[in-house]
């Protein structure tokens, strides 16, 4: 049940997700949706941890309520890059 309404609010562009962006390389990732701030939040150190264990650098992170059309946004790779982690 919980599910079907985070998909709901995400739908809605109500759900809140974990944007980190990073300086090296040059991405934008974005986890969730999560249906609270406070659930994002408590989520956000693992996906930091994770990110820094693949060797990123700079990181800039916010929790924010938007709708991303993708999960990875991969800007050192140019405009011609096909993202296959694409939102469903």
Known sequence: MKEFVINQFNS???AFWVEIMT???RCTYYFGPFLTEDEAQE???GYI???EG???E?????VK???PEYL???????????NPLKWA
Do not use: K, W
């Open 43 to 45: 989520a956000e150190p």
């Open 65 to 67: 309520r938007c709708q």
């Open 12 to 14: 809605l562009g109500l």
């Open 72 to 82: 990875t946004v991969a800007e050192d790779l140019g405009p011609n890059f096909d």
């Open 49 to 51: 941890e994770d990110i």
């Open 58 to 62: 700079g990181l800039h992170v916010a």
């Open 54 to 56: 693949e060797g990123a």
């Open 23 to 25: 300086e090296i390389p």
